[in-house]
């Protein structure tokens, strides 16, 4: 269920419920943790689990790159 | 030694819901197994790997991408790798180590998607023809990268520097590479290299630097491997840290290892490899040979006996800077090697590579122009027989769903090139074409073939069957 949100002063686009934890999309395309003991998102940053969420709320995935 | 029990995965109903042949499925279940014993990975690992290998992906491309890297781009809404050489044409590096890079990227891409396309390692050992060699070989040198560099072989599931691009970094590929690179370069066998990993650091160091008579050139060797492990997808040179010999001997290195790595895919290059100096200068043609079918192959999943047209080389897009032009019309003229000085010229004029000294790109890499009379060294009996005995067996002489293939094949560079064929060579007359198709054996084909000259033959598209224009 997306809804709109504004967290540590990030405008969320919505949010999204994946394996127990809640995920969060901002305006960037990026995803977030909410981590609840330290009241703090953090950045997600593994590609494969951001496309997941991308793709649970109907958004395009990013690339990825291999290497590099 | 018993062997060693590792946890059994099974994604069995995973690989039924993406519609993965069933054969198949005890090969991946085998894969993600290993590779969680060997890498201790953890079940949250192994379910992003096999997360990453359920990506759908239609198409391989090559392209240079506006930066300047070596890496292989994953486009989810194209569904396509894209292995960029943008680092290696900047640097105008050689076409070896174009090639060696290509396969270095493509090891990326099969790192993450396990075994999703018709070429990728896996699917190599899967499908008997490597006997399932590549996927041991793999993980054996990424055991012995990870014993001596200490480094976690997992990196490519941790983050990297770029915050959306977790596999950016070091991943098995990279490693697999260096502990090759690294057992070569000290002179030791590799059961000798991971035998002295295995028994710590200390005992590593200890041991290997007696294989210098300064200390202190090991420990500029260790660092040597180490900047090398770290810019292994670029080769490249950092201002101010190594000379440009430096660097050209690591790049020539590189080249050379990352061909020795490629024998895991295939063992008539592994064979061939250890007959030459550590100098791509010195691969044989049929080493280069090979290197191009497995790169064409790879670039457009083609399978064995699949042609491959003059008209597909002219679309490749590396046809678009002067060095990548060098490298469209070195593996023209490799699959062309029959043709003569005129011909190779017109290619050249056919490819618009105006700037290209054809001596000077062939004396590159030791060729020489190769007229119709000389039989390519490549094309021996023995040469051959690997490939017939592969297919029939021993007796393949008697055999005559062996000869029926041969005729078929019509001519021997059809046997010599087997996965990849560009154009056919005919004889031009159908007396002479008649009288080829009449004859029964490797013997009489190759004698009457050698009556020919370069005269007697057209060429011919083997997908269209449409006759080249004079060249």
């Not at chain 2, 990326?108 to 399932?132: C, L, Q, Y």
């Not at chain 2, 599931?157 to 950016?168: L, S, T, W």
């Not at chain 2, 021993?394 to 087997?418: F, G, L, P, V």
């Amino acid at each position: 269920m997306l809804q709109r949100n504004v967290i540590n002063g990030i405008k969320m686009l919505g949010s999204v419920e994946f394996e127990g934890s809640t995920y969060y999309l901002d305006v960037n395309d990026n995803i977030y943790l909410y981590d609840k003991p330290n009241s703090r998102l953090a950045l997600v940053k593994d590609t494969v689990l951001i496309n997941k969420i991308l793709d649970m709320l109907e958004a395009k995935p990013i690339d990825i790159v291999f290497g590099g | 030694m018993a062997p060693r029990k590792y946890k059994k995965y099974n994604f069995n109903s995973e690989y039924k819901a993406h519609g993965y042949p069933e054969s198949v499925w005890p090969l991946l279940n085998d894969y993600f197994s290993r590779d969680a014993a060997e890498f201790d990975l953890t079940d949250k690992e192994i379910k992003t790997k096999l997360d990453t290998m359920f990506m759908n992906l239609e198409t391989i491309e090559i392209d240079d991408q506006p930066d300047s890297s070596n890496n292989a781009l994953y486009k989810p809404n194209e569904k396509k790798i894209i292995l960029n050489f943008a680092g290696m044409s900047q640097r105008n590096e050689s076409y070896v180590a174009h090639l060696c890079t290509m396969f270095h990227e493509f090891g990326h891409v099969d790192e993450n998607f396990a075994a999703p396309t018709p070429n990728s390692f896996m699917h190599i050992g899967a499908n008997g023809r490597f006997k399932g060699v590549a996927f041991n070989e793999i993980h054996k040198e990424m055991r012995a990268a990870r014993l001596t560099m200490n480094m976690r072989l997992s990196a490519d599931m941790g983050p990297g520097a770029d915050p959306k691009c977790m596999m950016r970094h070091v991943g098995y590929n990279d490693l697999m590479f260096i502990g090759t690179m690294m057992h070569t370069a000290l002179g030791v066998s590799e059961r000798e290299f991971l035998s002295a990993a295995e028994k710590g650091p200390e005992y590593f160091r200890e041991t290997m630097s007696k294989k210098f008579s300064d200390p202190k050139t090991f420990d500029d060797f260790m660092a040597t491997i180490t900047f090398a492990s770290d810019s292994i997808h670029a080769i490249k040179y950092k201002e101010g840290t190594l000379s440009t010999t430096d660097y050209r001997n690591i790049a020539n290195l590189t080249a050379t290892i990352y061909g020795e790595c490629l024998s895991v895919m295939d063992a008539r290059i592994s064979s061939e490899l250890q007959r030459s100096e550590a100098d791509p200068k010195t691969f044989s043609e049929k080493t280069r040979y090979e290197l191009e079918r497995l790169a064409i192959n790879y670039k457009h999943g083609i399978t064995k006996n699949t042609p491959f047209s003059l008209e597909q080389l002219n679309e490749l897009p590396e046809v678009s800077t002067t060095n990548q032009k060098v490298l469209a019309f070195e593996i023209a003229v490799t699959n062309r090697r029959k043709l003569g000085k005129k011909e190779y010229e017109s290619l050249v004029e056919e490819l618009s590579i105006e700037d290209v000294n054809i001596d000077e790109t062939l004396n590159r890499y030791g060729l020489t122009l190769p007229s119709i009379a000389d039989k390519p060294d490549v094309d021996t009996s023995e040469y051959k027989k690997d490939f017939l005995e592969e297919d029939y067996g021993t007796d393949y002489w008697d055999n005559k769903d062996c000869i029926e293939s041969i005729k078929a094949m019509e001519t021997d560079e059809q046997i010599r090139h087997t996965g990849v064929k560009v154009l056919q060579f005919r004889p031009k007359s159908n007396t002479a074409m008649d009288k080829l198709n009449a004859l029964n054996t490797l013997d009489e084909v190759a004698s009457y073939d050698s009556q020919l000259s370069s005269q007697d033959f057209i060429e011919v598209d083997v997908k269209t069957k449409n006759e080249s224009p004079e060249l």
